[in-house]
């Protein structure tokens, strides 16, 4: 298992690219990846007509959208989650806690890695899904991605936190799981800890209202490990 911070892990395009989608940003999360792209100011608002990847072409602005809670810097949302004693549990204190205390587990791994295996009686909602709009900053991103060889980018879920409302009130305990878990642990080469899909969840959650909100500690990648109950629907 690799895992990267978005802060932690840049590349610099080159040639056309570098004049529009000068880097890349990137979460590998087990088998998944979350990728931002991040755009240079604009000298201008709009691009002069140039040939994309494969003859692809774009003639228009590609403006980025406002920086969203879940892009925030690591350390903000770390101190914050610290400050609303967000705990980490073990995976076998996990399915305890689910066992005996009315715990849930919400696995916020896409839809297609939740039905291949995931524990049982957790709940899913994706806090990341496919890149969806053909906007073009939308096409930015996908030349981007494809650029480093990833043809299934993805943004943030924008229904992420009305999904969640759907499905568990404010006073649910909920403990959040993603592939790798992440950790607010810190460690001696990762002072601040490992983001990770389901600690950005938790977040969110935590600025929303909720407040008994724990995180997986080791992720689902663990609790496989360590063979503990699930399921699949497939």
Not at 91 to 100: F, N, S, T
Not at 177 to 184: E, I, K, P, V
Request: proline share 4%.
């Amino acid at each position: 298992m690799t895992a990267f911070t978005p802060t932690a892990l840049q590349y610099s395009s080159t040639s056309y690219l570098q004049s529009w989608v000068p880097s890349i940003e990137g979460t590998r999360d087990h088998n998944s990846w979350c990728v931002r792209v991040r755009s240079y100011k604009l000298t201008s608002q709009r691009f002069q007509q140039q040939n994309i990847a494969r003859g692809l072409t774009i003639q228009c602005a590609a403006t980025k959208q406002a920086k969203s809670p879940a892009e925030e810097e690591w350390k903000v949302k770390r101190e914050l989650l610290l400050q609303k004693r967000v705990k980490s549990v073990e995976p076998k204190e996990a399915l305890r806690l689910q066992k005996e205390n009315n715990f849930v587990i919400l696995d916020v791994r896409p839809e297609a890695e939740f039905k291949e295996a995931h524990p049982a009686d957790a709940i899913n909602v994706q806090i990341y899904r496919l890149i969806k709009e053909w906007t073009a900053w939308d096409i930015a991103r996908r030349a981007a991605f494809a650029f480093f060889g990833i043809f299934s980018g993805t943004e943030e879920n924008p229904e992420f936190i009305k999904s969640v409302e759907d499905k568990l009130d404010k006073n649910a305990k909920i403990i959040i799981a993603c592939s790798a878990g992440g950790t607010m642990k810190p460690t001696q080469n990762l002072p601040e800890g490992q983001q990770s899909r389901s600690l950005i969840a938790a977040y969110l959650l935590v600025l929303n209202g909720y407040t008994n909100v724990f995180h997986l500690e080791g992720g689902l990648y663990r609790w496989f490990k360590e063979d503990l109950p699930t399921v699949s629907e497939e």
